[in-house]
Antibody, heavy 117, light 107 residues
Framework: EVQLVESGGGLVQPGGSLRLSCAAS????????MSWVRQAPGKGLEWVATIKGDGSEKYYVDSVKGRFTISRDNAKNSLYLQVNSLRDADTAVYYC??????????WGQGTLVTVSS | EIVLTQSPATLSLSPGERATLSCRAS??????LAWYQQKPGQAPRLLIY???NRATGIPARFSGSGSGTDFTLTISSLDPEDFAVYYC?????????FGQGTKVEIK
């Protein structure tokens, strides 16, 4: 069974950092582009970042460039999002997704990041 | 950045009725458009990819059409489980963007 499980969210002060993780199972992880998508409380979906299967290409939404870093460890079947210099506006549920716009799309259940003093 | 505008914001319909949701792009996205359904407390679920292809396990009452800048998601006969929020998303160029969503609610 294909499964994605996010972890690493929590309460953090403005300016703080977190490392979000997504553990993948049930498929050949290195073969897939992977993405992070977030959703602020009561709001719509926002694409955050995408990384190619071999890690050679990475793309970000402008609002997180220079603050967030997407990475992966194919040996550990894991996707990461390092989130630094957090702002109130970064408060959201962060979802990891496998190839989200393709027939093989799979989403995790999300991890909540709350930025508050 | 390509802006996706969904209309209407809210659609109030009864079970069995037809739902027509619109997504308009600020510039052409070819056929690189997907539709998602999201229910409260759940992750999004892919319904349609590449404008008109149903994802695995999606009932035939869901259909997508369009290309370029104008797209439509049609639910031919609303089932009680279809009342949810629907989003469109493009993958034509970076950055990917989502529409703001259309809520389909029970009338």
């Amino acid at each position: 069974e294909v499964q994605l499980v996010e972890s690493g969210g929590g309460l953090v002060q403005p300016g703080g950092s977190l490392r979000l993780s997504c553990a993948a199972s049930g498929f050949t992880f290195s073969s897939y582009w992977m993405s992070w998508v977030r959703q602020a409380p009561g709001k719509g979906l926002e694409w955050v970042a995408t990384i190619k299967g071999d890690g050679s290409e990475k793309y970000y939404v402008d609002s997180v460039k220079g603050r967030f870093t997407i990475s992966r460890d194919n040996a550990k079947n894991s996707l990461y999002l390092q989130v630094n210099s957090l702002r109130d506006a970064d408060t959201a549920v962060y979802y990891c997704a496998r190839a989200p716009t393709t027939p093989e799309a799979t989403w995790g259940q999300g991890t909540l990041v709350t930025v508050s003093s | 950045e390509i802006v996706l505008t969904q209309s209407p914001a809210t659609l109030s319909l009864s079970p069995g009725e037809r739902a027509t949701l619109s997504c308009r792009a600020s510039q052409s996205v070819s056929s690189y458009l997907a539709w998602y359904q999201q229910k409260p407390g759940q992750a999004p679920r892919l319904l349609i990819y590449d404008a008109s292809n149903r994802a695995t396990g999606i009932p035939a009452r869901f259909s997508g059409s369009g290309s370029g800048t104008d797209f439509t998601l049609t639910i031919s006969s609303l089932d009680p489980e279809d009342f949810a929020v629907y989003y469109c998303q493009h993958r034509s160029s970076w950055p990917w963007t989502f529409g703001q969503g259309t809520k389909v609610e029970i009338k």
